[in-house]
């Protein structure tokens, strides 16, 4: 019983996502890096780029100042 309630559920499931149609947006995107604009690649995709470089760039820096910070202080040995 379970195993046949199982192969119902993995049948059903592959069904459902088989149906479902993505629109393909790949040409699209590929014309819109392809224009120069000025700016670098990892900046075309606009605001959300902008903010994940800015975010990274300020992690970046805090990682090394921590690293400076705790090299500053060496650990004792006991």
Not at 46 to 73: H, I, N, P, Q
């Amino acid at each position: 019983v379970y195993r046949h309630t199982l192969q119902k559920v993995a049948q059903r499931s592959i069904c459902t996502s088989a149906c479902r149609q993505v629109k393909n947006r790949v040409p699209e995107r590929q014309k819109e890096f392809q224009e120069d604009l000025g700016l670098p690649v990892h900046l075309q995709g606009g605001t959300r780029d902008y903010l994940l470089y800015g975010a990274t760039m300020v992690l970046a820096g805090c990682a090394v100042l921590y690293e400076l910070w705790k090299a500053s202080f060496p650990q004792k040995k006991n």
